[in-house]
């Protein structure tokens, strides 16, 4: 098999990318007020679309106002002041070149009380992540478990806030099912302990996935992207696995028969074996799936961009190029470059502007 090229473009359905280089989406707390990100990071995103990255993702972007929130100043999409704060920013993406997609989720469990308007943290099952909040230093809470208006509600939020992007122009939108947060802490049997229509069996642990993929893609138009993110880890109780590998595979065969477009796949190492086998989480996952696939974790420089593009088809980069803006241009020239830590990124949760 030919080797793919980073500079190649690449077409996911309507929508030619012209390269195979994006940023991933980074979660912030940078909406001072109104849920509207800082005009810095605002900015952040078109330089990087300037600097000849091919696709641009948003931030995560929470999906109501009751509660979705799981950390303080996150952004949403759903009022016409928030609609309008974006609307420069796509176009100036899209005018470099570039594909602009808005990323959303809802936290779920990995929230407190006291950082939603309505007080409350919901989830699948009352299980509270095992590890403390690592912002407050205390326990998380025990959630509330999920009545089926929750559900309805977390569901007509996602809808609401694709159709919110829609009017900012963005050219697709993603649904976060990665990292432990609301839907991936359905999917995975660690945390979910429901014993109705969606909790057992792995489709049933699916359902909340496939009602917010369908009414998602009912809020936008055809030509426009739908994405999927998932993960095999999550933002806490790191050591407990979410997924097993028949438990991911299964999953992942839902997930192909679903209407989204591409498959973003969260690593903490794009090479690393997957699951106690002898493959990466890209060639687990091309097991069952044979729709477009991003791959994200341990990228940072242009050796490890070709590796990690062999088994997928666009490789996004998060604290590499959240911390350098000629990233693009620098491994394009194969300059020598060296991971950077989740100590040099925590510049994206002050107020310090971006690079």
């Not at 996150?74 to 070149?97: D, L, N």
């Not at 997957?274 to 890209?282: R, V």
Request: overall charge negative; hydrophobic content about 40%.
């Amino acid at each position: 098999m030919a080797e793919k090229d980073l500079f190649s473009g690449f077409r996911i359905k309507n929508v030619h990318l012209k390269n195979r280089i994006g940023v991933a989406p980074m979660t912030r707390t940078s909406s001072p007020k109104d849920s509207v990100p800082r005009q810095d990071v605002l900015h952040f995103l078109v330089r990087r679309a300037q600097n000849d990255v091919g696709l641009v993702f948003t931030e995560a972007v929470l999906t109501d106002y009751e509660s979705a929130q799981g950390y303080p100043r996150q952004s949403r999409m759903v009022t016409q002041r928030q609609i309008e704060a974006w609307k420069p920013v796509v176009r100036a993406i899209q005018e470099s070149g570039s594909t602009a997609i808005m990323q959303m989720f809802h936290c779920g469990r990995v929230a407190w009380p006291e950082i939603n308007p309505a007080g409350r943290v919901i989830a699948p099952s009352p299980i509270a992540p095992e590890q403390e909040n690592p912002l407050t230093g205390q326990p998380f809470p025990v959630p509330d478990e999920m009545s089926q208006f929750d559900i309805d509600h977390v569901i007509r939020g996602f809808a609401e806030t694709a159709r919110g992007a829609m009017e900012a122009g963005f050219d697709g939108v993603e649904v976060h099912g990665a990292h432990g947060y609301l839907i991936n802490s359905f999917l995975s049997a660690y945390s979910n302990k429901r014993t109705d229509a969606y909790g057992g069996s792995v489709e049933n642990r699916f359902r909340l996935a496939r009602q917010i993929i369908r009414a998602v893609r009912e809020a936008m138009p055809e030509d426009r992207l739908l994405t999927f993110r998932i993960s095999n880890w999550g933002v806490v109780d790191m050591k407990v696995s979410l997924f097993e590998k028949d438990q991911w595979l299964e999953t992942i065969g839902f997930l192909d028969k679903e209407p989204v477009d591409a498959i973003s796949v969260s690593t903490l190492n794009f090479s690393d074996p997957a699951f106690d086998t002898d493959q990466n989480m890209a060639q687990l996952t091309r097991q069952k799936t044979g729709k477009p696939l991003m791959i994200c974790g341990g990228i940072y420089d242009r050796k490890t961009a070709d590796q990690a593009l062999q088994d997928a088809d666009i490789i996004l980069s998060g604290k590499s190029l959240l911390l350098n803006a000629n990233w693009v241009d620098d491994i394009a020239n194969n300059r020598p470059l060296e991971p950077r830590t989740p100590q040099e990124s925590n510049v994206a949760y002050t107020d310090e502007p971006l690079p």
